[in-house]
DNA sequence: GATGAATGAGCTTTCATTCAT
DNA sequence: GATGAATGAAAGCTCATTCAT
């Protein structure tokens, strides 16, 4: 699955063979069909077991008492952040694949896995409002556009980001923890211009 | 050229084939090669096309003098949501090729694209700041990511957002007005507090 | 057509499209087809015009009556690998096609040109016999295909010929010139021990 | 690969193709990518089967202390004229590689092929003339292309000869034999009278 | 369970040819 | 007559998948 990731990441769903993931995993061709049963069953049992560990996360902080909502958005905001960073190749993956509703089964993953963001994220906002945190009137649909869009572009480009800003000579983990600290900071800034209640 | 668009909007430019972008084009299949030579050079077609009208418009705000530094963002925001709207699927397509470098002609394009359009609104931006309209230590891209990503990410997932916000109902022209002005400021208000002076 | 003959003999008919020929000929693709009607027809034009030529030539040597059997067996000689050497591509396509009995046409017109050549030759040789110069019980099919076979190899096979005898540094006309004379005289010597009655 | 060669001797290696072979073959389609990789590759597999054969074979001959130069060189005669009729099919193939350089691993394996034929054959030719059995200044090259060429030529063309000396109700096997004594002394009459020396 | 061999479907591309002008 | 555009057919090849062991 792994090996898979790197390659869907890289070549996209069509672009990349079969042969190639089994070559990449050392295993046999037969053995991919064998265990997973299709190309795309491979790719829906992928989407399964990340999309089970994300759930978890988001809901661990949701039920943490000891965090204002502000500090819970922000702890959300850092969490996503590092996800994108440190699994890459599959959040590649999924972008990609919620723009082309080609396999249903993936795109109800995806949208499950949303819906189920959307509200825990809405519940954490709810909170925020009741007690006079936060404003009124937030769409939540662009708030998390902006998070998503916002860092899933970054990392998806960084080659440019890294041209423009003359950071090419910096490593891998280097450039990582750079554009970690930037962005959460940007994010962060935005969601308080965004939410915080003036009055 | 508007069928390929279609079509490696929808399913990726290895998850279309020829066959298909022949027949909704309604044209022989071997026409395809006849003109553009392969299914390559099609989409480097596709690319140069849309890219030239593109630079030519934001050269043309960059050149109004009767706008301030604001105005003239501003517009450019409009501009690039208006176009994203207008051409969904040639930018569905383009923000998937941003992460998959995989035909080398199409990624330089892209990169030319993204060096002018980021070298314009660095221009733009200095403009502001020696106006004190502009506070210093803007990131650029960090700006420029914040409204791709955005849009992008709006314009991809348009489904998840109706469904989110009970939009299901509208019609396409009526979902696009509607997201039209919510994008609009919702962009136009972040570029304001991250860009404006508070002295 | 001498663009055809080029292209022909270098990579065989069905090597051969009809677009390089057209390319190299200077001339439109259509016409090709408008002329000859069909890349078939193309290749019967080429045999006709050559093999009228060669019949010709025969007829010329046999009709002269100053020349006695044996030499106008040697003129033969002489005239055959000439004709070889100056039209390589043309001799070329013509082994190439005796075959592979493709083309019907084609086949039939060889076996045409084959069958004057044998009929004039054997009239030769008849003709020396009555004279008592040449020996009874001669096998007409193998002599000629010795002349034939030897000749044509050689010139099929220049490349190797020059590397094993050092002469790689000869121009093509020096290399023709000097494998003409080497050629005649052996061609002639077999011809002799074959034909001459040692009575 | 024998239907292969069977269809490449037909009609050339571009006018086969790779379906034809996997029908007369009675395997799958893909197989053959699947077992040779390419066209291409499967022909350079034909070869390089077939020339193993052909030089253990002439090496035998050689290493051979019984038999006296002429008698060697005879068997020699007599072994390539067996080896083009038992295997008329691959020979005829080689023979058109041989005037078109189309595919540079074959031209170089048929290349290779002479040469060894080549030295193998100057070492005999050698030997006898130490032993003053042979004349000396003998040209190797025009040597071997009169052998080659004229059974070579009386193979492909065996039609013609068979017409011409009314030949046509022979079976395949009868003429084959026909033919086999036949070319064997005339080549070997040739050789004699090129090479032994008059002293 | 694990795997080399095999396969049908489909891919992109090129071809000889014809059409409309 | 001459030609750019167009096309049906067929080419070589790769793919995901299944079969036999």
């Keep these: 699955m792994e090996a898979a990731e790197i390659h869907f990441a890289d070549r996209g769903f069509e672009g990349t063979s079969v042969r ?51 500090e819970k958005l922000e702890t959300l905001v850092d969490q996503y952040i590092n996800r994108l960073l440190n699994q890459p190749c599959f959040h590649r993956i999924m972008i990609r694949e919620q723009m082309m509703n080609s396999n249903h089964m993936i795109t109800e993953q995806i949208l499950q896995m949303k819906r189920t963001n959307s509200n825990l994220t809405r519940a954490l906002i709810a909170e925020g409002q009741e007690a006079g945190v936060f404003r009124q009137n937030v769409d939540m649909g662009l708030l998390m556009a902006t998070l998503v869009g916002t860092v899933g572009h970054i990392v998806s480009t960084q080659h440019f980001y890294r041209e423009m800003n003359d950071l090419g000579e910096m490593t891998e983990d280097e450039f990582r923890n750079h554009i970690r600290g930037k962005l959460s900071s940007h994010i962060k800034a935005i969601f308080k211009a965004i939410l915080s209640n003036e009055d």
Tied chains: 1, 2, 3, 4.
């Design 20 to 70: 190639d993931i089994a070559e990449t995993a050392g295993v046999n061709l037969a053995m991919i069909n064998y265990y997973f049963g299709s190309k795309e069953k491979l790719m829906e049992a992928m989407f399964a077991r990340r999309s089970a560990y994300m759930t978890l996360q988001l809901e661990t902080i949701l039920a943490n008492r000891e965090m204002g909502p502000m």
